[in-house]
């Protein structure tokens, strides 16, 4: 085939001229990607060489400008494959990703380790303050400067050589890491045949049951996923023990399965690569190394904030599991309440406490309204519209999109959403991108994508959500507003391209509004009947809101300080990786009816990639700032204050990485982060508190 006139048909290599220059999903195949990343990798790569050879000055036009520019055909293609590779993979791009994922951090290893490229920087970096530059500019500068010292910039040979070898191994190793959980969670189904086997679950989760056994090749029958959406209400519900506990320890063992998706020596290698690497650029340990580039800056900080949860966690867990402990005696249950009853005992206890139960609650949350209420906070606060459109082609059925305007008519982004759970989509929600905002040549508007795993319902049935659910909505459309509304030049500085324990400040804050009686008594709309919640049982399900805190700061905690623990220790050389969470969860006093929220084996936030090694501890530290930032919104007595709104918008959520995210927090509130919102926000401030 004459290779011009191919390369020219590979939709993935031509202009995109859609709105919004979104990729052309409707003429793209699997196979395009092999022959698309081989071209765009001979770009990026010949792109970075010029820079690194040219023969005048280092100026930051000539080098940091055009680092910003180089590689973004690249970007363009690795940004669909891996959104793909997420959300709708098959066999097919599983093999191009075990296959790819270590070229590209050779890739990015060979521009790091490029001795020219670096001594240009540095060279920038030694007189930037003589080069004229404005703040933002002075920003990159600084982080390309971090980045490249980051990855083995001025290091000898050998040493660079082993980095780059690490790097294309832990990119392999993340790969299989991610697919094996998927593969693990796409070979379980539990399946319920008998009538007795639904006894006890509400008829919304009985018909999500179906659709998801029809689904599976199981017409007839109801069928329970290790996807969130299904097996946490089946654990909430099911009157069976012996269901509960069944589904539970497939739910608990992925990444654990004895066969070839069994993930213990990928991430124990992982963890002494790291150590590695660590060490070759001269820290004590991954997590100093990791944690330095961050908000906390040391482990020894972020582990004292996770400390001084703990102990008020564990006690306020204790208690809940004596309640729950009572009513399971007082039914007759002859047992000590275990991990999998744990959730279907608190239901029962949420009922007889607040009179509330998840059944009548749910109807009151559809899927498309709470959507709407996501949108109208962003029109409240930030003068965002959104139109659905239906003209642009997407990625796979259940997928919406729409397009997002300013409060001037200016279109500020495209909004993708994919809500539904499916075997091809890794579990978790999580937001990314197609296109980040850039305004280097032209302002380039982003196209942002939030995916989330919300069980299906047969054609015509209304999606119902838990409080739950909704809440993780508004998080990652948080998420997603960060990256829509970001206005800088740079794309390295562009939307959540900020610190781990920064980013979730805006996802965590944006959850605040959805507990507000103004958006509910707007947006909780029962499915059949149209009337908004009742008062009586909205109010009920605030004063819910700090039932389980215990149980939630528990499991989430648990699993912080195992990552943080990983990534500390010194002898990482053949760690096993399960017995050393069992001795460190021991060692914490971890409950015995309660299981780290991310199993170490599953851990994907640790091992599917790197964005969260040594950083799970994020949520916790971020939380410090939404809970502080959200009191100044009940203080100034309107949860749309404009002012604030307006703050907000210009410091954090338009500002990406372009400034400290610590100045950036106090440009908003007007001063640092107080701790202590954070325990009144979990009801964990009590007289057993000894530091805030
Ligand atoms: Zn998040």
Redesign the pocket.
Known sequence: MDKDNSLAENPLLAVWTGPFEAPPFDRLKPSDFAQAFETALASAQAEAAAIAANPEPPSFENTIAALERSGSGLDRVAAVFFNLAAADTNDELQAMEREIAPRLARHHSEIYLNDALFQRIAALHAHKSKLGLDPEQMRVLDRYHTAFVRNGGGLPDAAKARLAAISDRLATLGTAFGQNVLADEKAYLLVLTEPDDLAGLPTSLVSAAARTAADRGVPGRHGITLSRSSIEPFLQFSARRDLREKAFAAWARRGETGGVTDNRAIASEMVRLRAERAKLLGHESFAHFKLADTMAKTPQAALGLLHSVWAPAVAQARREEEALQETAASEGGNFKVAPWDWRYYAEKRRKASYDLDEAELKPYFQLDKMIEAAFFTANRLFGLSFTERNDIPLYHGDVRCWTVTRANGQAAALFIGDYFARPSKRSGAWMSSFRAQRKLDGDVRPIILNVLNFAKVAEGEACLLSFDDAHTLF?EFG?ALHGMLSDVTYPLLSGTNVSRDFV?FP?QLYEHWLEQPEVLRRFALHHETGEPMPEALLQRLLAARLFNQGFATVEYAASAFVDLALHLEPDADAIDITAFETKQLEKLGMPASIIMRHRTPHFQHVFSGDSYSAGYYSYLWSEILDADGFEAFEESGDIFDPALAQRLHDHVYSSGYSRDPEEAYKAFRGRAAAPDALLRKRGLAGPTQTRA
């Open positions: 998080h998420h979730e996802s």
